[in-house]
């Protein structure tokens, strides 16, 4: 189930990414969504190479919206900030280090309502926001299930 939510999140940035027509959000999301098809379907090791590439393609969504002067603040604030929140989350997990791994999706959401509260116009980066936003739900979800058996 938690597959199928982040596949339609996936597709939704394909699409957005078609839509718009940007070149950097069309590198960032193909690497995105390259990255998270290789950890969902991938065998053994390429799993492994698989999100090295999303933690690749993340940081550079940080470095391309922290640098582009076209962009409002606010814009280039909440699209780094999820982005960096979700390299936190995958490098501490991956370090195998205990704790603060929830705050941290849950930043990504709280993120996601500022957004819609404050109206930010992502209009280029929806796609790429989106990828953020299901895996900081997956993530919650998954501990969720876990903690319910």
């Not at 959000?25 to 991938?42: C, E, I, N, Q, Y």
């Not at 799993?47 to 940081?59: D, K, N, Q, T, V």
């Not at 849950?106 to 209009?123: C, D, E």
Request: net charge positive; charged share 15%; proline share 1%.
């Amino acid at each position: 189930m938690l597959k199928i939510l982040f596949l339609l999140a996936l597709v939704f940035a394909i699409y957005w990414m078609l839509r718009v027509k940007d070149r950097y959000v069309f590198m960032m999301t193909s690497g995105l969504v390259l990255a998270a098809l290789l950890v969902l379907f991938a065998p053994g090791d390429l799993r492994e190479y698989g999100m090295h590439l999303y933690l690749i393609s993340a940081a550079a969504v940080v470095i391309c919206w922290i640098s582009a002067k076209q962009k409002i603040a606010e814009q280039r604030l909440v699209i780094s900030l999820a982005a960096l929140a979700t390299i936190t989350h995958w490098v501490w997990v991956g370090n195998h280090w205990h704790g603060n791994t929830m705050l941290i999706a849950i930043m990504v959401l709280l993120l996601g309502a500022y957004a819609l509260i404050r109206r930010v116009r992502l209009k280029n980066e929806l796609g790429i926001f989106m990828i953020f936003l299901v895996d900081a739900s997956v993530i919650l979800l998954e501990a969720w299930l876990k903690s319910a058996t």
